[in-house]
């Protein structure tokens, strides 16, 4: 069984750029989340799909940070305007449905210079 | 408040000395507690997880746990450790398997010959 894809593996930008971070989940799974690891701490749920509907966003920093899953399938996550602080793993993960084992895949390192 | 205490932040074993990692949590509801591992450049893998049952759980790699409720402690155990052990091992609280789970900081395993 495939796991859950993500790209590009690693990018580096300069702040007030923008950047996307794709997201292709295990076939099936309904559900698919963002998550931010900064260097040194957990990760931390940035957004929850359920299909291609948001269920939480509520840490997601919406005047910089977007997040679309269009056809309830693949997902990406965008950054506009970055900034220093946004340099970490973007985790995305995906489960059968809520309260399922989720599914991590191996992340998206940035750096914003 | 919700959170996760993880207060090692490095540990140092070495090869078929035994393990074990402290979690503490605190949570206003029955907690789902589960601990993972995540490999160099590599997602986050689930080792085991409790909610309810045997406060012994048993998990993947020869790993166990024990909920113990009056100290809020989720501590993590392998009786003889493996080189390729060596990881960042989350503990991690939610109120199911997927809802906005909380992680601690992580805890570096390094493991000498």
């Known amino acids: 069984e495939a796991g859950v894809a993500q790209s590009p593996r690693y990018k580096i930008i300069e702040k007030r750029q923008s950047v996307a971070f794709w997201c292709n989940p295990i076939?099936?799974?309904?559900?698919l989340y963002w998550y931010q690891q900064i260097l040194g701490q957990g990760p931390k749920l940035l957004i929850q799909?359920?299909?291609?509907?948001?269920?939480?966003d509520s840490q997601l920093p919406k005047d910089r940070f977007s997040a679309e899953r269009l056809k309830g399938v693949d997902s990406t996550l965008k950054i506009q305007p970055a900034k220093l602080e946004d340099s970490a793993v973007y985790l995305c993960?995906?489960?059968?449905?809520?309260?399922?084992?989720?599914?991590f895949g191996s992340g998206t390192q940035l750096s914003v210079l | 408040a919700q959170s996760v205490t993880q207060p090692d932040i490095h540990i140092t074993v070495s090869e078929g000395a035994s393990l074990e990692l402290r979690c503490n949590y605190s949570?206003?509801?029955?907690?789902?507690l589960f601990w993972y591992v995540q490999s160099p450049g590599q997602g986050l893998q689930l080792l085991l997880k409790?909610?309810?049952?045997?406060?012994l759980v048993q998990g993947i790699k020869g790993f166990e746990a024990e909920f113990k409720r009056s100290q809020s402690s989720f501590n993590l155990r392998k009786p003889s450790v493996h080189w390729s052990d060596a990881a960042e091992y989350f503990c991690?609280?939610?109120?199911?398997?997927?809802?906005?789970?909380?992680f601690g900081t992580g805890t570096r395993l390094q493991v000498f010959p």
């Open positions: 993960a995906s489960s059968l449905d809520s309260n399922e084992k989720l599914f």
């Open positions: 076939s099936g799974h309904a559900t």
């Open positions: 799909f359920q299909n291609n509907g948001v269920v939480d």
């Open positions: 949570y206003g509801a029955t907690p789902y």
């Open positions: 409790y909610f309810s049952g045997d406060t």
């Open positions: 991690a609280v939610g109120g199911s398997n997927t809802d906005k789970l909380i």
